[in-house]
């Protein structure tokens, strides 16, 4: 971060001391609040801004709905103002790193860490949308990344501000935003919330990839591109993608907003499917869907001798292409029948024995037609131990793989002995307890998780897998219910165990456990909390402890033949409490000098021990042998 060069407050309240960063439309200043006594982010517009009317208009009403955005990944908007022709917004200070710093830097990400990052922002822009505001300017400078790696999304409202006639010719705010433009961006169309949508595929894009789908010279020339050019499939850039992630980023990356995700929740949905394994709901792009703006094609002549014509050679040549076609699915299917029945392997010189092929994995079905194909005949068996995988896959073969097996030889197929898939029930309006039973009854699992997004305590506002899809036996369906909180008790001072007892009570979960020293909490005793006693935090939430590990051990310092001022420096530093002892002589190279200490240099004692040093003092004592410094801060201020 760059200093200001001068101190500045805005409005009596905001002194800014940090550049943070410049972009083409505004100043973004890392600012204190002095009212509230918190670090806080201000974006200052730009002067040559700040003097269109219309534009701080725009902003003015952006600003005020961004500020109405109350989401765990949406960087709050606190304030708005203006102070001598300078238009700003205040918004909560992030400590991280922009995501556009970190692809720099690193590089491609791994696809599941890119599918979490895309999941939290599909998130967010779905509540956004929800409210009525739609980004426009989704792109990695504007997701930021905390220490903790919690993210956040930002710039929601000077983003609407701007138009996309201005964004394409305001040099500096444009690079960025044409890279990440939709393609009714580009044509200066209406947009909707499906517009972010793109513009998060072209950032997963280039989280996993390295670069974005489309460059160019000009912002101009990457605008064009986007609604001209199809995009790179992924795993042409990095053949690391995997394929159900790509599915993913070319659904988003669709020309045509009808066939991208309609929302953010589904993108959502669909990344935790990604990261769980589990089959996701985006296909390709449809075909044809890429307009090409501009291109013309002719038409043949329609009308008169001409058309009338133009019949006969134009029918011929459609039953000689029937024909063909018929001919080629004949050829088909007697090729498939005879290696079905074996014609092929007929003959002198046919082999009849060969190595038996892995189908390990394969849907049954499949795996019965390939072996089938190979003259195989097939039967099915399941293993009853193997409970954890379906019943519909293949788990391993006898034969087995490997072995040498003939022609018409029987092939038996293990699966697993998991149940068919189970279709999950609609649990949105039911209570929380009700849901959880009724999926107990079908072998699945509740997990219960709040939102900020629901309106209701303990009813189900939202679920995924949706009512409808279906999950293996055993699967896990997330059930969303408002958020309740609840004060966090204070244990400090209680055993770990009895701590954690009442959290629990309270309704909380016992997190992490870290040790410190402590010099006055008994050892194995709770010292803090965090988040700390009193906050309000919701139901189930994890609590972290910190838990004392009894008083520091600290070497004594031998200061012996040091002056007593440095001894005393010594012994503060160590964290011991130094005690003067005086003793007068006659010697004036001794003047000042430690003679003695007790305990002695080396000794391992608790921090803040006691420690006498015997100073020798050429002027005596004032009448008294023994000097006690009143503190270690008094004798090291004296000293």
Known sequence: ?????????????????????????????????QLLDRPVALKVLFPELSVDRSFVERFRREAQAAANLSHPNIVPVFDWGEDNGTYFIVMEFVDGRALSSILRTAGPLHPDRAAEIAADVAGALSYAHRHGVVHRDVKPGNVLITEEGTIKVTDFGIARAVNTEESLTQTGAVMGTATYFSPEQAEGMGVDSRSDIYSLGVVIFEMVTGRPPFLGDTPVAVASKHVREHPPAPREVNPGVPPDLEAIILKCLAKSPDHRYATGD?????????????????????????????A??????????????????????????????LLVALAVVIIFLGNSVGWWHIGEGASTSFVMPDVAGQN?????????????????????????????????TDPAKGTTVKRGSKVTLITGAQGPPVRVPDLVTQSVTAAKAQLQQMGLQANVQFSSTCTQQNIVCLQEPKSGQTILPGGTVNIFTQSTTTAVPDVSGLGQTTACNRLGQAGFQCGTITTQPSQTVLKNDVISTNPPAGAQEPANANVNLVVSSGPLNVLVPDVVTNTQSTAVTTLQGAGLNPVVICQSTQDPTQDGIVQSQSPNGGVQVNAGTTVNITVTNLNGCSGSTTSTAPSSTTAHRRH
């Open 1 to 33: 971060m760059e200093p200001t060069k001068t101190p500045r407050v805005l409005s009596g309240r905001y002194e800014l001391s940090h550049l943070v960063a410049r972009g083409g439309m505004a100043e973004v200043y890392r600012a204190r609040d």
């Open 266 to 294: 589904d993108l959502r949905i669909d990344l935790l499917r990604f990261r769980e394994g589990r089959a996701v709901g985006a296909t390709s792009p449809p075909t044809g869907q890429h307009p090409v703006v501009g």
């Open 296 to 325: 013309t094609q002719a038409l043949p002549a329609v009308g008169g001798d001409d058309f009338e014509g133009a019949q006969e050679p134009n029918r011929t040549k459609l039953y000689a292409a029937i024909l063909g076609l």
């Open 364 to 396: 049954v079905s499949k795996a019965e037609r390939n072996l089938q194909h190979d003259g195989l005949k097939t039967t099915v068996v399941s293993d009853k131990s193997a409970t954890s995988t379906p019943n519909t896959q293949v788990l391993r």
